[in-house]
């Protein structure tokens, strides 16, 4: 079970929702994406731990900002910085 299963999308979604208006997360997509293994490390959009037995994406941002995300929470978020570019 992975660690933000007890979690909705749309409970993901409001979480992203408010880094990207605070601008703890870059509205503008990624520069490279590499997944593995998690090391461990807290997701940068949900807040939550990414546990060892699931896997990472290291995102490289435009502002030179590594960041780590869950693949669930990536996805959510490349949605949600879409809707936001759309005026939703």
Partial sequence: ????????????AARIKVKLAAGELPMHGPLEVFGGPSRGGECCACGERIAAAEAELEVSAVDGVQRVYHPRCFVILTRARRASAAGN
Wanted: no cysteine; charged share 25%; glycine share 8%.
């Fill in 1 to 12: 079970m992975a660690v933000i299963d007890h979690l909705t999308d749309g409970d993901l």
